[in-house]
């Protein structure tokens, strides 16, 4: 039986070896990193938890992926890093847009996480996060008239400058008022509803899409197109 040593989030107990009787692949990064929910059960207190599962840079993946994860020998932690375990921030939280940089896939998921348990000040914290780190990169480096250190600075100055000089879409830009007024209550002043922090993912989701999943679709698009036009010259 496949053994993992892990802190019982159940009982408190720590580095306590599971015994792990079940587990399921959710997804594959960079084409290799198998990520699974793996059901396991605490030696100390009987009691269950599913721990979200990465398979480590560093150790023998093909081996995991010929054998199965149930079938290694020996500690599954020579071969999977424990990233989280599966509780009520889970519950119906949203998947981010594709494609995003590492840092604000999980700023937003962390906000995702707030928002499904009713965090509404913390979700809009980090879905303000999201956009504050993504627009950081639309800035120009060289001085701009108009682009003051306090508009690079501020997110609530610099979105406004940004849909005025078109590096931003304009049909968004109503949608955008949300991170001023609503995010700013978030951070401030600690009393977001749940429409606001809704407000405040709708305009982050669709962002984020805009700047980083839509770039991407069309490259791959391109990228298929492209390889369908090779296929039918070699044939022809």
């Given amino acids: 039986m496949a053994e993992l040593v ?10 306590i070896t599971f015994n792990v009787t079940a587990a399921n692949i959710v997804s594959i990064q960079y ?4 990520w699974y929910e793996a059901f396991a059960i605490c030696r100390n207190c009987n009691q269950t938890t599913i721990f979200v599962l990465s398979e480590s840079s560093s150790a023998n993946h093909q081996h995991m992926h010929k054998v199965g994860l149930l079938n290694v020998t020996g500690s599954l932690n020579n071969f999977v ?15 981010p ?3 995003l940089p590492k840092n604000i896939e999980l700023a937003f998921r962390e906000g995702a996480a707030c928002l499904a348990i009713g965090c509404n ?8 996060l999201c956009v504050d780190l993504a627009t950081k990169s639309f ?19 610099r979105l406004p400058w940004l849909f005025a000089s078109g590096l931003l879409d304009k049909s ?3 949608l955008s008022t949300c991170i001023k007024d609503d995010g700013n209550d978030g951070v401030h002043d600690g009393n977001l509803t749940k429409l606001e922090a809704d407000d405040l993912l709708d305009f982050t989701s669709i962002l984020l899409d805009r700047i980083f999943s839509e770039p991407e679709r069309i490259k791959l ?12 010259h070699s044939i022809s």
């Fill in 6 to 15: 892990a802190n019982c989030p159940r009982c408190g107990a720590k580095h």
């Fill in 81 to 95: 890093n424990i990233e989280d375990y599966i509780s009520q921030k889970n519950a119906a939280a949203i998947e």
């Fill in 97 to 99: 847009p594709n494609f």
């Fill in 121 to 128: 000040n913390a979700a809009g914290s980090m879905f303000r």
């Fill in 31 to 34: 084409n290799w990193q198998n």
């Fill in 139 to 157: 800035l120009p480096v060289q001085e701009v008239d108009g682009l003051n250190a306090k508009v690079r600075r501020d997110l609530g100055l």
């Fill in 221 to 232: 698009a391109k990228e298929r197109r492209e390889l369908r036009l090779n296929q039918k």
């Fill in 172 to 174: 968004l830009e109503e």
